[in-house]
């Protein structure tokens, strides 16, 4: 049985509206480089000043650190405009499954590639929150790690909150590559691509998940899930 769940949050527990994959090119697009769909598509998920300065440089630009502060201040930006005016919400089911895995003894962590300033406003307009009286038992931010998906870092920086020692009782999962990347790269027992974000079942297709699902909301159903009898 698995002791942790350490899911993605935009896209995976979280729907809002593909905010992300617009606030990240338009970000890197006001520097006058394009970006390649193929492109955006591999660096979702991973720290989004990574990203920024990745998909800079693939678009023949330079990353300087103040082109990619600038950068990452106008993502918070349409980010923040986005969210006002259409406003996240729990994908179906996901609350929930979040709530089942709980009573069934599984801590639940969400990880992101989001800075704090970013990922606990989000959390706080669901009213999602980890401790006490909260429906989470901890929350990694890319503020608290050296280096984001596709490194296990935040993965195990989850561990470490929860308490969880052995990576075979660790399901991970994520709406992009580099979710399924770094839950392989963790040793996750369970690693799990969902299709609530931009990609397809083929799209996960030869990256080292174990398991597609159409939800996290699917997750309880898992054999790995259940509780021990």
Same mark, same amino acid.
């Given at each position: 049985m698995i002791e942790l769940a350490a899911l993605d949050m935009a896209?995976?527990?979280?729907?809002?509206?593909?905010?992300?994959y617009r606030a990240l090119r338009t970000a890197v697009e006001r520097t006058g480089v394009p970006v390649a769909e193929a492109d955006l598509q591999t660096w979702m998920?991973?720290?989004?000043?990574e990203a920024i300065a990745a998909l800079v440089?693939? $678009?023949?630009?330079?990353?300087?650190?103040? %082109?990619? +502060?600038? $950068?990452?201040?106008?993502?918070?930006?349409? %980010?923040? +405009?986005?969210?006002?005016t259409t406003p996240p919400q729990a994908i179906p089911g996901v609350e929930e499954a979040l709530a089942e895995l709980r009573r069934r003894g599984i801590k639940v962590a969400l990880t992101t590639g989001f800075s704090d300033d970013v990922a606990y406003p989000l959390l706080e307009s669901l009213g999602w929150s980890a401790g006490e009286g909260g429906n989470l038992d901890a929350v990694v931010t890319s503020d608290e790690v050296p280096r984001g998906?596709?490194?296990p870092h935040m993965i195990h920086r989850a561990m470490e909150k929860t308490g969880v020692i052995d990576t075979r009782r660790v399901l991970a999962a994520g709406d992009t590559v580099v979710d399924v990347e770094a839950?392989?790269?963790a040793g996750a027992g369970v690693v799990i691509g969902v299709l609530t974000g931009e990609l397809t079942r083929a799209d996960f297709e030869g990256h080292p998940q174990t398991h597609v699902l159409d939800s996290?909301?699917?997750?309880?159903?898992?054999?790995?899930a259940r509780p021990a009898v």
């Amino acid at each position: 049985m698995i002791e942790l769940a350490a899911l993605d949050m935009a896209g995976t527990t979280i729907d809002e509206a593909g905010a992300v994959y617009r606030a990240l090119r338009t970000a890197v697009e006001r520097t006058g480089v394009p970006v390649a769909e193929a492109d955006l598509q591999t660096w979702m998920g991973t720290d989004k000043r990574e990203a920024i300065a990745a998909l800079v440089r693939l $678009g023949g630009g330079t990353p300087t650190p103040d %082109l990619v +502060e600038d $950068g990452y201040a106008a993502f918070r930006e349409f %980010l923040r +405009e986005a969210y006002r005016t259409t406003p996240p919400q729990a994908i179906p089911g996901v609350e929930e499954a979040l709530a089942e895995l709980r009573r069934r003894g599984i801590k639940v962590a969400l990880t992101t590639g989001f800075s704090d300033d970013v990922a606990y406003p989000l959390l706080e307009s669901l009213g999602w929150s980890a401790g006490e009286g909260g429906n989470l038992d901890a929350v990694v931010t890319s503020d608290e790690v050296p280096r984001g998906r596709p490194a296990p870092h935040m993965i195990h920086r989850a561990m470490e909150k929860t308490g969880v020692i052995d990576t075979r009782r660790v399901l991970a999962a994520g709406d992009t590559v580099v979710d399924v990347e770094a839950g392989a790269n963790a040793g996750a027992g369970v690693v799990i691509g969902v299709l609530t974000g931009e990609l397809t079942r083929a799209d996960f297709e030869g990256h080292p998940q174990t398991h597609v699902l159409d939800s996290v909301a699917d997750i309880p159903s898992l054999p790995q899930a259940r509780p021990a009898v």
